[in-house]
């Protein structure tokens, strides 16, 4: 324990110190505001006293107008001192705050499908809370892309914690219904937040719709991967446009990207759908059951809700060789279908001369309900999965957790020990399986 509190003490040194000089400096001022007031409010109103002559001087005469005047300016400006001193003071208790509290707590949510109520509530959660940053995974329209995108960001930009917003298979279009240019997509849902100061434009890889955002205060690097960068030129008729295709300029990026973390920090990766052709479904009470869904069939053949042009999971080569300093050479085929118009990625890396790096996990949504994963090449990268936000019927089809009312919130706080390896999950919202089995909290171990 002694030990515990010499480090905190030692790490926020010049905080405390800070926070000491600010108080002070308030406090001095809080004395002489009221000191001036009594004095001026003599003078001005009660008569019974001039002021001092520095201040008669300075406004040439000693009527009452003046005296008046001088009174609200003087006010005004330490008014002023004191709020700027509260500032500082301010600042340097949320970065005492960073400094004793190495978790990074991050507000997990996906798939809202234009529920905006639902939206609403999550933002005033993390808004009350000591949560540090909201992730969003995707799939803020409801089917349609051309649907009112803006939404989000409308109300996202009004909170006081910073929002990071992964693109997801709805957000570029699907199916029947128009697509949608990576143009577009970048405008209206990465810029935010490069204007919203969470992001600098720099790391979005000369505006493209995939980037990476370093915590320095936690040593995290979270990384956002666009998985829909199929051409907009094909048949419509195909509907691949929503398929994950991942470019090969993109894995390069990624490759780069992850090399060149810093040593001391660990890193997550955020994507809409998870990243395993056929994932390997961790046994746990807080997921859902596969075999009681309509997924388990989908899912074993990268059709239906995994969604692919490009087979082969080539994220997880890519963290495999970032964990294990390897050399990584390989070309990803492309299915039948859609081969006239996707040419296979390609990736050739090498981390071989750099230690080896630190994965946390994947963050995904996509698929509406919970469950942790790993791929079944790769047992050492977990994929969480995080529920769908939204209450409609057809959202929360496949998870075997109901909404009670349209009012049932459904999302995740995670908190990561980067010290301990350790991930803790607290379900937000009605927690109660079909199965009478509580979903409330778990805790997980990553390598």
């Given at each position: 324990m002694k030990k515990v509190l010499k480090i905190a003490i030692e790490g926020a040194?010049?905080?405390?110190?800070?926070?000491?000089?600010?108080?002070?400096?308030?406090?001095?001022?809080?004395?002489?505001?009221?000191?001036f007031i009594s004095f001026a409010v003599d003078g001005v109103i009660m008569q019974t006293s001039s002021l001092p002559e520095y201040i008669r001087n300075s406004f040439y005469s000693d009527n009452i107008k003046s005296k008046l005047t001088v009174l609200a300016i003087y006010m005004l400006i330490i008014v002023g001192i004191i709020s700027i001193s509260n500032y500082i003071k301010s600042m340097f208790n949320t970065k005492f705050r960073l400094t004793m509290n190495k978790n990074l707590k991050?507000?997990?949510?996906?798939?809202?499908?234009?529920?905006?109520?639902?939206?609403?509530?999550?933002?005033k959660y993390i808004q009350n809370s000591d949560i540090d940053i909201g992730v969003y995974?995707?799939?803020?329209?409801s089917r349609n892309c051309d649907d009112d995108t803006n939404y989000f960001w409308k109300l996202a930009s009004k909170a006081d914690k910073p929002i990071y917003y992964t693109v997801g298979n709805h957000d570029v279009g699907i199916d029947e219904y128009k697509s949608i240019g990576c143009e577009?997509?970048?405008?209206?849902?990465?810029?935010?937040?490069?204007?919203?100061?969470?992001?600098?434009?720099?790391?979005?890889?000369?505006?493209?719709c995939y980037y990476y955002k370093d915590f320095d205060n936690y040593k995290i690097r979270l990384i956002s991967i666009f998985e829909y960068e199929g051409t907009r030129d094909a048949d419509l008729t195909l509907g691949f446009e929503h398929r994950r295709y991942i470019s090969s300029e993109q894995l390069l990026w990624f490759a780069k990207t992850l090399y060149n973390t810093p040593l001391d920090y660990s890193v997550i990766v955020t994507m809409h759908q998870i990243p395993a052709l056929k994932?390997?479904?961790?046994?746990?009470?807080?997921?859902?059951?596969?075999?009681e869904t309509n997924l388990e069939e989908d899912l074993s053949d990268g059709y239906g809700y995994l969604q692919l042009s490009m087979l082969g999971n080539p994220l997880g080569d890519i963290i495999n060789a970032f964990k294990n300093g390897?050399?990584?050479?390989?070309?990803?085929?492309?299915?039948?279908?859609?081969?006239?118009y996707l040419e296979p990625p390609t990736i050739d890396f090498d981390f071989s001369d750099r230690p080896k790096g630190k994965f946390i996990c994947f963050l995904t949504g996509h698929l509406h309900?919970?469950?942790?994963?790993?791929?079944?090449?790769?047992?050492?990268?977990?994929?969480?999965?995080?529920?769908?936000?939204?209450?409609?019927?057809?959202?929360?089809?496949?998870?075997?957790?109901k909404p009670i009312s349209e009012n049932d919130d459904n999302f995740y706080i995670l908190e990561i020990n980067t010290k301990n390896k350790n991930i803790?999950?607290?379900?937000?919202?009605?927690?109660?399986?079909?199965?009478?089995?509580?979903?409330?909290r778990i805790n997980l171990k990553y390598e």
């Open positions: 040194k010049k905080y405390i110190f800070g926070i000491l000089i600010c108080s002070l400096i308030s406090s001095f001022l809080m004395i002489y505001l009221t000191k991050i507000g997990l949510i996906s798939d809202i499908h234009e529920d905006i109520k639902a939206l609403e509530r999550y933002l995974l995707g799939d803020s329209v577009k997509i970048y405008d209206t849902y990465i810029y935010p937040m490069v204007d919203n100061k969470y992001l600098d434009i720099n790391n979005t890889n000369n505006g493209k994932p390997n479904f961790k046994e746990c009470n807080f997921c859902a059951n596969v075999g390897l050399h990584i050479g390989n070309k990803y085929s492309v299915k039948e279908e859609y081969q006239k309900c919970a469950f942790i994963t790993t791929s079944m090449e790769y047992k050492d990268q977990l994929a969480i999965t995080v529920p769908a936000a939204s209450t409609g019927a057809f959202e929360r089809q496949n998870d075997d957790i803790s999950i607290d379900k937000i919202g009605t927690a109660i399986t079909s199965s009478g089995v509580l979903r409330d």
